[in-house]
T-cell receptor
Framework: EAGVAQSPRYKIIEKRQSVAFWCNPI?????LYWYQQILGQGPKLLIQ????????DSQLPKDRFSAERLKGVDSTLKIQPAKLEDSAVYLC???????????FGNGTRLTVT | SQKIEQNSEALNIQEGKTATLTCNYT??????LQWYRQDPGRGPVFLLL?????KEKRKERLKVTFDTTLKQSLFHITASQPADSATYLC????????????FGKGTHLIIQP
């Protein structure tokens, strides 16, 4: 089966600019997650979707971050405006259901200068 | 607040020996625990899942234990090989609808030939 696809692989922007990341999960996976991984840290959950709906966005900085999952498949994560502390790898993951393992993409490495 | 602790420093093990990684948690009652492997520049890859009512799980050279009284999981790699060198992440799941995992910082394991 094809894995989780993410693009772009790398992105460099200046602070106060906007950026968007795209994710295509494994076919048939109802649950989609966006994680932020800062260098030397473990992944931190930003938002979880179940099909089209948001299940958990308690750690999403909603003043600058937004995410959507159209038609219950692809998802985009947007940052506007970006801050220096947003420099991190943004990982997308999908799973079949609760208790299921997460399948991660290789992430987008964002550098904010 | 919830806290997950893993060996903060790199763990150096000689090839052929058993590597044991520790995951301790506080202020959390997980329904299950998962271990992931992460290589540089890649997303985490699922290894093992153990539920709260299970004491031990095995998969080939891997073994994980889960002690909910001690609030600790141990992850063992027997007959370690240089190819096992990676960062290993412990992740806790609450179960239910909002089942996004909470990750530890990870332990960097180095298997020396």
């Amino acid at each position: 089966e094809a894995g989780v696809a993410q693009s772009p692989r790398y992105k460099i922007i200046e602070k106060r600019q906007s950026v968007a990341f795209w994710c295509n999960p494994i076919s048939g996976h109802a649950t989609l997650y966006w994680y932020q991984q800062i260098l030397g840290q473990g992944p931190k959950l930003l938002i979880q979707f179940q099909n089209n709906g948001v299940v958990d966005d308690s750690q999403l900085p909603k003043d600058r971050f937004s995410a959507e999952r159209l038609k219950g498949v692809d998802s985009t994560l947007k940052i506007q405006p970006a801050k220096l502390e947003d420099s991190a790898v943004y990982l997308c993951a999908s799973s079949l259901q609760g208790y299921s393992p997460l399948h991660f993409g290789n992430g987008t490495r964002l550098t904010v200068t | 607040s919830q806290k997950i602790e893993q060996n903060s420093e790199a763990l150096n093990i000689q090839e052929g020996k058993t590597a044991t990684l520790t995951c301790n948690y506080t202020n959390y009652s997980p329904a299950y625990l998962q271990w992931y492997r992460q290589d540089p520049g890649r997303g985490p890859v699922f290894l093992l899942l153990i539920r709260e009512n299970e004491k031990e799980k095995r998969k080939e050279r891997l073994k994980v234990t889960f002690d909910t009284t001690l609030k600790q999981s141990l992850f063992h790699i027997t007959a370690s090989q240089p190819a096992d060198s990676a960062t290993y992440l412990c992740a806790l799941g609450a179960g239910g609808g909002a089942d996004g995992l909470t990750f530890g910082k990870g332990t960097h394991l180095i298997i020396q030939p």
